[in-house]
């Protein structure tokens, strides 16, 4: 099936110029979700994978059920201050301003080996900055997937240059 009919475009949202992939509509076809989840899973199904981790908020959604899919664990990248326990931290830079990610510290074992996992990279801040969260713990980053890439905005290639194998399920030209 083509997960692309399956996930809607909203133009100008957040703001003008934006073209919003809204994968909910994915989520809610039951074909559709289960097709990308098994398609993010297959490639790491005898990688003998520890954890996938999961970037805040939808990257919860389809890394908690890739983790479930390969019976690995999950860890939770999350925006700062949502965590309770030891903390490691990493700033990244977002179109206007930056931000802050945050994993836990105890969360990955050293040389445990870990997937990420997002709904769509754009330029790539968010993940790189993931990629740097998981270095911190020692984790052993075997790839990264993402439902969606847009490629015009290099973010899957600047993971690819940091010798990391990333899939992406569909890609969309432009912003
Ligand atoms: P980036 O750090 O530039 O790779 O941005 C990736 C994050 O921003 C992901 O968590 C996406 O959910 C969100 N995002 C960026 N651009 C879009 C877009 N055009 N449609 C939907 N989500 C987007």
New binding site residues.
């Given amino acids: 099936m083509d997960l692309k009919d399956a996930i809607r475009t909203i133009p100008d949202?957040p703001k003008e110029g934006?073209?919003?992939?809204?994968?909910t509509t994915l989520m809610t076809n039951p074909k559709a979700f289960k097709a990308s989840i098994d398609a993010l899973a297959a490639p790491y199904k005898d990688k003998g994978l520890d954890n996938v981790a999961g970037?805040d908020a939808?990257?919860f959604v389809f890394g908690a059920a890739v983790a479930y899919a390969l019976g690995v664990g999950f860890v939770p990248i999350r925006k700062k201050g949502k965590l309770p326990f030891k903390t490691y931290s990493q700033d990244?830079e977002?179109?206007y301003g930056s931000g802050t990610l945050e994993i836990h510290a105890d969360s990955i074992r050293k040389g445990e080996k870990v997937l990420l996992i997002?709904?769509?990279?754009?330029?790539?801040?968010?993940?790189?900055?993931s990629m740097k969260l998981l270095e911190k713990t020692g984790a052993e980053i075997i790839g990264a997937a993402f439902v969606?890439d847009?490629p015009d905005?290099g973010?899957l290639g600047k993971i690819t240059s940091m010798g990391i194998p990333v899939t992406a399920l569909v890609a969309?030209d432009g912003?």
């Fill in positions: 949202f934006i073209m919003f992939r809204d994968i970037i939808r990257g990244y977002l179109e997002d709904d769509l990279i754009a330029t790539g801040g968010t993940a790189e900055a969606v847009l905005l973010g969309y912003h």
